[in-house]
């Protein structure tokens, strides 16, 4: 295969995230300070998405209740995107919009944080998770692109929007995950100050 797609898409992806890195900062600092303060009083972060999205909640999971890049006790974080058997009775008994919601309404609690990942803004699975999480009075963390979709719009201003300015899918998606290390490293850096990478 010509390798110029290859490149291409290296270029592509390098460029953006030059470039979406001091739009997005303010709000990744933002959500580090939520999400510390949340932990730091004992809440916990919930995270929802769909596919490419789904695997990034679980991405973020791993890294807080695991580690990061510092050794230190597991964080309460959760993926609502990894027991089949709530999905698929949720989902064949009421609907696959509620797999999300009905998690957030069983484990969610006021002052907890839900993460919501989608690269749309329009997936209506993670927009119901976001509305039960504001109906429990859980603050909400929103990784998007393109124009942020409708979940953008539900937002509050205690809420935090990340809205990655693209229009590609893949390449939303990969800034969101230099977003979710920038996140974790955060969270570290709250927990014990700077770190080796300084
Ligand atoms: O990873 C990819 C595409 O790169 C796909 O799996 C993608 O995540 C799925 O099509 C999702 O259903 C897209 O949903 P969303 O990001 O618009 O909420
Ligand atoms: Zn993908």
Do not use: W
Request: with cysteine; net charge negative.
């Amino acid at each position: 295969m010509n390798t110029q797609r290859i490149l291409a898409h290296f270029h592509e992806s390098a460029e953006l995230k030059i470039q979406a890195a001091s739009a997005l900062a303010q709000p990744i600092s933002q959500a580090i300070e939520l999400m510390f303060f949340a932990l730091s009083n004992g809440n916990k972060i919930l995270a929802c998405g769909n596919g490419g999205s789904a695997a990034d909640c679980q991405h973020f999971a791993a890294e807080l209740v695991g580690r990061f890049e510092r050794e230190r006790f597991p964080l309460p974080a959760m993926s609502l995107t990894t027991d089949t058997s709530i999905m698929t009775a949720v989902g064949n008994d009421y609907s696959y919009r509620e797999i999300f919601s009905k998690q957030v309404q069983a484990f969610g609690q006021a002052g907890d944080v839900l993460l919501a990942i989608s690269t749309s803004g329009n997936s209506a699975n993670v927009i119901a998770a976001v509305e039960a999480a504001l109906e429990r009075e859980m603050r909400v963390v929103a990784l998007t692109g393109k124009d942020g979709g409708a979940l953008g719009k539900l937002l509050t201003d205690a809420d935090v929007h990340i809205c990655v300015p693209h229009t590609r899918t893949a390449r939303i998606q990969e800034v969101h995950l230099v977003t979710i290390h920038c996140i974790c490293d955060g969270i570290d850096v709250a927990l014990f100050g700077g770190d080796v990478n300084e």
